[in-house]
C-alpha cells in the first residue's frame, strides 16, 4: 500500500538560512507527489507537484523539491527562509493504483517554525 | 476565480447530536473530495465524488457518516450521532477531471469540536 512518511514533526530554522523538509514514499506504481502548505486558519495550498517529468520541480514562494526514485525520497528545500514560511508543510502521494481516480495520502506533517 | 467555499468555519455540539458541513466547489469541477484532519495528523479522505456519483468512500464511517452532492454541484457531509472522537477539521476540495496528479484545491475547513 502506498504511504508517505515524513521524517520530522518539527523543523526551527533562523530567517534567511535553508530550509529542508524531508519526505520519503512508499508507492507500489509510478506516483505522482506534491507538497502543501498550511497555514494557521487557512485552506492548504498546493507548493508543488511531480508527475514523472522532471525530477527537480520548482513551486511557489521559492520553493522546489527533487524526485529521487532510488531512494524513494522528495525532499522540499528553499535557499533561503523567510518569516512568512512558518506553517504546517504536508508531503502528499497520489497512487493510481490505489482505487479512486486521485486519491491522495497525506503524511502526518512538519511544522516549520523561522525565527529572526 | 473564486476559491472552494464551506460553511460553517466552526461548529460546537455535544455528543449525539447532528451536524451538516456544505462545500461549494470551484465552478466547473467534477470531482469533488471531503476529508478529515484530526488535530496534529494529515487530512484523511473521507469520501470523493465524480459529478454526482460516489467514486471512494472506504474511510467514510457509514453508521453515523453521510454525504451527497446533489446536481453535481454543491455537497453537504452530515454526522448523525456525534461522537467525541469526531473532533476535527473537515475539508473540502475539488478538482477538474479527478485523475491521478489533478490539482485538488481546498477550502478553508469547518472546525468541528464534540463535547
Known amino acids: 500500500a502506498q504511504s508517505v512518511t515524513q521524517l520530522d514533526s518539527h523543523v526551527s530554522v533562523s530567517e534567511g538560512t535553508p530550509v529542508l523538509l524531508r519526505c520519503n514514499y512508499s508507492s507500489s506504481y509510478s506516483p505522482s507527489l506534491f507538497w502543501y502548505v498550511q497555514h494557521p486558519n487557512k485552506g492548504l495550498q498546493l507548493l508543488l507537484k511531480y508527475t514523472s517529468a522532471a525530477t527537480l520541480v520548482k513551486g511557489i514562494n521559492g520553493f522546489e523539491a527533487e524526485f529521487k526514485k532510488s531512494e524513494t525520497s522528495f525532499h522540499l528545500t528553499k535557499p533561503s527562509a523567510h518569516m512568512s514560511d512558518a506553517a504546517e508543510y504536508f508531503c502528499v502521494v497520489s497512487d493510481p493504483l490505489s482505487g479512486g481516480y486521485n486519491k491522495l495520502i497525506f503524511g502526518a506533517g512538519t511544522r516549520l517554525a523561522v525565527h529572526p | 476565480e473564486a476559491g472552494v467555499a464551506q460553511s460553517p468555519r466552526y461548529k460546537i455540539i455535544e455528543k449525539r447530536q447532528s451536524v451538516a458541513f456544505w462545500c461549494n466547489p470551484i465552478?466547473?469541477?467534477?470531482?469533488l473530495y471531503w476529508y478529515q484532519q484530526i488535530l496534529g495528523q494529515g487530512p484523511k479522505l473521507l469520501i470523493q465524488?465524480?459529478?454526482?456519483?460516489?467514486?471512494?468512500d472506504s474511510q467514510l464511517p457509514k453508521d453515523r457518516f453521510s454525504a451527497e452532492r446533489l446536481k453535481g454541484v454543491d455537497s453537504t457531509l452530515k454526522i448523525q450521532p456525534a461522537k467525541l472522537e469526531d473532533s476535527a477539521v473537515y475539508l473540502c476540495?475539488?478538482?477538474?477531471?479527478?485523475?491521478?496528479?489533478?490539482?485538488?484545491?481546498f477550502g478553508p475547513g469547518t472546525r468541528l469540536t464534540v463535547l
Open positions: 476540495a475539488s478538482s477538474f477531471q479527478g485523475v491521478p496528479a489533478d490539482t485538488q484545491y
Open positions: 465552478s466547473g469541477h467534477a470531482t
Open positions: 465524488f465524480q459529478n454526482n456519483g460516489v467514486v471512494d
